[in-house]
């Protein structure tokens, strides 16, 4: 298997055979990390971070410089680019001309595919906004495949911010494909995103259940339980079942406890953010003397402030530094991987696969649509001479289209056909999206509008069946 | 040829012929850049970069990391070494103690010379300032080389910003030495300063024709002619040749369009950036479908802005992004001939040469006399304690001398001769500089003054025949 | 001697013996600098600079690419990691999983001990605060070796600002440990600190001797001898000798004159500032033709400002740029001997040894003591979490502690014993830290209260005899 010359910009670039190559490559390197200077010599690895990261940078550039490759840097905290107007792929041209290979942190979301799609050459995802950080991912899931034996049918808990947390998002999705449950214990006001949940049943063959104030988490000093998620093949089969089964289950424990910092940057005001102390819940040596936690491993993508004592550090169960320490392995097997470097015989997937659905219509007309997110590399001064809007058809009910740079998804509300006008202008009909109409437009003649006036100044007239019967 | 420890402060500092080694030099690496790492295993690069740019960094250092060297890096935006009162010829002297050659790029004008006088390493200039940026202009020639086949009498149209871009009067001197012919066309307000002309005329042996109003560029959707160098021996001979002469020459067309930014930030008021945006013209597909364009490349020191349309990206005359492709190679090169890691055979030049007149007498006396170019490395408050003011006396209708650090030029108003009033004090006498007195003083007896108080200190009285008669 | 996996937190942690082993070693590397690329090959380096350093952060990057190894950077002026609320040992957990060596440079007093306390490889502390900086130290005494053949009983005066140089501190302590005499002669208004007198008479076999107004300095352009610090196996026993004596003695002459800059930014008044001014001395040509320095070197540690003529740059006294120059070959040698890349054979010292006493009882105990300096890491809100306070009683008369962390003195006020008031409640007694008391309690049950609240919160009463007799 071979995985040169491709990009990591979201975990679901790589298929789960893909992502056991890492890792197998990994554990091969693990042993003899400073015996590897041979791999990549004569390579050079371009690390531009245009915004602060000091482990996942330092990771990377430890990574590449164990494999005997070069390293040029950019840690860059003013917009010195921007201040001088450039775009984001004119920069990647270029340094895809000089470097073998490229890291990215960006704030801008969707920024690392742009990237991709410029440079020529090799492009890995450090974390684009709060769009995605898969190899955060990565070395969440070799420590849990580490600890743990395999990837396959594992009961993870999600703890803490499932809101605001990047690297929670991308690990429930890529949990999801290899099988395994996921209990969701967020902190309150913090509880996992509503596209997130749509993305994981709607997406990957999983059901989810949800549980309000099934067991009395407060009392044991836990975050109540909000919701499960089961892949169906697995041994967890609970649609349906009673409160008891529920908490049979929950006694048997989780493999693993997956803690995130609070953002609490990102709340507005003092009351939320009171709130949030008052709900505070620390991983403690108390927590992890609970019953069912006596197998738990405790992870963490750190940095981590309070959520965490220091107390546990030396406890057995506790991976955070493990789980740090394997993202240089991690990633000198990526970079060898993607730079051709290295190759792997991997046997064929055992059992089933739980890849997401990817075969949506994809909708590129230049019809005005434009993403909303305010984040989006889209809609940046400097990039929209050049990018032009995309998006995936991912739901018809209500009409939802998902951006095909940062993911977020938009609604718009009007709709028309390209061939049912065709030579007859009276025929320029447009209908709101929520009408019958959706249904009688095959997906490749769909003309979508964003405003009344969008669908007004190409000649469009309101259709007369209108909203949804 | 070994270029072995010289420095690259300006590409005046260069002989033709040693520029053709460095491209020798480039050609022979191109096609094995990964392949060259030996040829400075061992050695260590110091790239300090005192103000921001990713571009010139980035190729610097991938080209010592090809070559098998070792990279140190300063990028500091702070004034940290400032800060703390440090001179430049201090820092100079200790990082030149630790690495073998040093890179540098400094906001002030002049201060790569500085760092050269100190180090006691090879020193490239990477952009003192608004002074000069030799690299970028060994990467303009050496496309222009590998696009043309030689440098020899090309014809080249710098287009845009031609007032305020370093790299386009640095390119404007090596066009000459190298008998190219150059058509100015600048954005209105953005044209040739007059000390670039002043130079190309006087220092290299070409004539300059203005042309106002030639042709009807406007409605080309060209930038009007402005004028036109031309070096004599160059087959374009034409002096006073009617219009009708030149607008056959037009018509055949150029072998490169150089586009710049135009740097708008340098506009002081709305009004002229208003007026600006006016006159805006992008090199586009249709511009590129004129006449006299077929063959013609298109270049760009990059970063662009909006002054090349995305749309000709992909077009096979566009060669900006070939053009910092070729960094690396130069680089590699220049670097691998400064350390003497690599030599070369060249054969003499053929042909004339057009080097710059280099035999203007130096004043050093201590009358005074101060560049007026604030950004200069001598007005500095922690360089002025051991940098002596240094001119070049250019000419003596009116009297000029250029700084030796920065290449700005002063004017001063007064003169005496060292030798008229010695033992006498009676006879000390002083002049205006545009009296005939100058042409009677021999320059090496000369002693100039800013002002009529510098004389009085010095105990000048004013002579009696003063002004030109 | 193997100094594998030591750390280099203060000069101290080295004795005399293995501080000649690092030179023993530089010298074996100096001649052939760029042939020992093989000596760290394979091993990493993190270059952790959370203060503004070019010069230190070079020349360790420089050492570390010269053995062969590579370098990871951070070079932030912004609290990145502290904004997320990361604490020092998280990072040095993480980033000595990543490298095999650690250099730290922070803004806390006392940061590189915490590091070292959590990374688990060796680190070298290149600057903590006003606290050490052991590796400029170092330069220094192997400069002074170079020069001199010797480090025993040299004769070095210390010059300009001994107040705020946290140089000039540690190099103090070291030449007291290798037998030598300082003069001190410091700029008015910048004596030596007290505690540094004390430790050097308390825990150095050393005495000193004040001198006020002893010689005409300010006639001679000299800055007044303060006073004079000699070893005991010294030749120049001068305790209690007269005045004529020391005349004699200062016409002898110095080995060395180690010039620092003044801190003037330390200063809060313009009055002060003026002061300063007025008092200012220049090591010049002119003081360098004094008698008694026809053999003088000259040093200092860079950056200069203006204490330093550059007139003298061209001296062969003169010998700031090798001593800086020399930071290359000592840090090469510092990092193979930690990284265990090398090992060395030293003969047993000869001579007596000046090490200090380092034998105080550690006071460790949770009574709400705490460390007074505002920039001691103990006092950072980050740190706290896991960083117990920690002291050395370094005096009874008075009770003085030393912070474990930054090494500043605090006096606390009360005292109590563990002992007397086993199982009877009425038996707690505090007592003054000043009265007899404190001889009574033997130091392994001394409890120690920073105030009456303290004591009073943990159930003491205040007991009959308290203030000293």
Chains 1, 2, 3 share one sequence.
């Not at 693993?256 to 953010?273: G, S």
């Not at 991983?283 to 019953?291: E, F, G, I, M, S």
């Not at 929209?384 to 609604?411: G, M, Q, W």
């Not at 061939?419 to 999206?433: C, F, L, P, S, V």
């Amino acid at each position: 298997m071979s995985l040169a010359n491709r990009d990591l910009i979201t975990i679901e670039d790589f298929s789960n055979q893909e992502i056991e190559a890492v890792f197998a490559l990994a554990d091969e390197m693990s042993g003899s990390l400073s015996q590897q200077s041979d791999v990549c010599r004569g390579m050079i690895m371009a690390s531009l971070f245009f915004e602060p990261s000091t482990r996942t940078r330092l990771s990377f550039e430890v990574a590449m410089n164990r494999l005997g490759g070069r390293v040029i840097s950019v840690v860059e905290m003013s917009n010195t680019s921007l201040a001088k107007g450039e775009s984001i792929a004119d920069m990647a041209r270029v340094v895809g001309s000089y470097a073998d290979i490229i890291v990215i942190r960006h704030p801008w979301e969707g920024a690392a595919k742009v990237v991709a799609d410029y440079a020529g050459v090799p492009v890995i995802n450090a974390g684009d906004g709060g769009h995605e950080h898969p190899t955060q991912t990565l070395c969440d899931l070799y420590t849990l495949k580490k600890e743990r034996r395999t990837l396959e049918g594992l009961k993870i808990a999600l703890w803490g911010d499932l809101k605001y947390g990047r690297t929670v998002h991308s690990l429930a999705y890529a949990l999801a494909r290899f099988g395994a449950t996921i209990h969701f214990r967020p902190s309150p006001g913090f509880e996992m995103p509503e596209h997130v949940i749509r993305k994981l049943t709607a997406e990957y063959a999983g059901i989810l259940e949800r549980f309000n104030g099934v067991e009395d988490a407060d009392e044991k000093g836990l975050f109540p339980l909000d919701a499960m998620y089961i892949t169906p093949s697995g041994p967890h089969q609970l649609a349906n079942i009673p409160a008891v089964g529920i908490q049979i289950e929950l006694e048997k424990g989780v493999d693993a406890l997956y803690v995130t910092r609070l953002q609490k940057e990102r709340l507005d005001t003092a009351a939320e953010r009171q709130e949030l102390e008052k709900n505070h819940r620390v991983v403690d040596r108390k927590l992890l003397r609970k019953k069912g936690f006596e197998e738990t491993i405790v992870m963490h993508p750190l940095p981590r402030v309070d959520e965490l004592a220091y107390e546990i550090d030396a406890d057995p169960r506790s991976m955070y530094f493990k789980q740090a320490e394997r993202g240089v392995p991690i990633r000198m097997a990526l970079i060898a991987l993607l730079l051709g470097a290295k190759e792997l015989d991997i046997p064929a997937a055992k059992g089933p696969s739980f890849a997401r659905k990817r075969d949506y219509h994809v909708y590129k007309r230049d019809t005005g649509l434009r993403c909303r997110n305010r984040e989006c590399v889209t809609n940046q001064e400097t990039e929209t001479r050049y990018i032009k809007p995309e998006f995936e058809i991912v739901s018809n009910d209500p009409l939802t289209l998902r951006c095909a740079y940062c993911e977020h998804e938009i609604h718009p509300q009007y709709i028309a056909s390209s061939k049912w006008h065709q030579g007859i202008a009276e025929n320029k009909r447009y209908y709101y999206a929520d009408s019958f109409m959706l249904g009688r437009i095959q997906q490749e003649n769909l003309i979508i509008f964003d405003s009344e006036d969008e669908a007004l100044a190409r000649g469009f007239k309101l259709g007369k069946k209108s909203h949804k019967e």
